[in-house]
């Protein structure tokens, strides 16, 4: 199997244009996981997937993030509009059973909004 | 709120020491237990899983896990320049999630 696949790898924008994220969970796994991460906060869950139905996204800053998951391989998560202080590493993890076998991280995509 | 908390470090230990890592963690009904390794620039990566009380190995390293402490541990033996990296407790609580510590920074000094 592949992994979690996200991309872009890096990306750099400008203030106030839409970001898109995108993830590729592990075939199989039905559950999906967005975390951003920084120096100072560590990692952070935004939003949780399960067999592709929104569980948990109390942790999504503001209605400036938004995330899908229109079918069980293919995840987004969208900030319009990006801000400077959205710049952050943000991944994507799947799991088929946490209790179990915990969370596969995707790579990660650095975010830098200029 | 559900917590999990590591010192952050740096843990600095010399090559071929026993590297010690802490986690201790809030919800008393928490089953399952996770340590990820984290390289500058990486993603986290799984090492180690614990469920029951006691030791688990696995070649250098050993989790340790103390439930009435609600206390985790990793320990890494004979260690290595190539062990330097952010180390993330991780506790499961109920259903799919896991919560995340901080990390510790661990620095393998030759």
């Known amino acids: 199997d592949a992994g979690v696949i996200q991309s872009p790898r890096h990306e750099v924008t400008e203030m106030g244009q839409e970001v898109t994220l995108r993830c590729k969970p592990i075939?199989?796994?039905?559950?999906l996981f967005w975390y951003r991460q920084t120096m100072m906060r560590g990692l952070e869950l935004l939003i949780y997937?399960?067999?592709?139905?929104?569980?948990?996204d109390s942790g999504m800053p503001e209605d400036r993030f938004s995330a899908k998951m229109p079918n069980a391989s293919f995840s987004t998560l969208k900030i319009q509009p990006s801000e400077p202080r959205d710049s952050a590493v943000y991944f994507c993890?799947?799991?088929?059973?946490?209790?179990?076998?915990?969370?596969?991280f995707g790579s990660g995509t650095r975010l830098t909004v200029v | 709120q559900k917590e999990v908390e590591q010192n952050s470090g740096p843990l600095s230990v010399p090559e071929g020491a026993i590297a010690s890592l802490n986690c201790t963690y809030s919800d008393r009904v928490s089953q399952s237990f996770f340590w990820y390794r984290q390289y500058s620039g990486k993603s986290p990566e799984l090492i180690m899983s614990i469920y029951s009380n006691g030791d688990k190995e696995d070649g250098r390293f050993t989790a340790q896990l103390n439930k009435a402490s609600q206390y985790v541990s990793l320990l890494i033996r004979d260690s290595q320049p190539s062990d330097s990296a952010t180390y993330l407790c991780a506790v499961n609580n109920a259903g799919n999630m896991l919560t995340f510590g901080g990390g510790t920074r661990l620095m393998v000094k030759p």
């Open positions: 075939s199989g796994h039905n559950s």
């Open positions: 997937f399960n067999n592709n139905v929104p569980i948990d």
């Open positions: 993890a799947s799991s088929s059973d946490a209790l179990s076998y915990g969370y596969t």
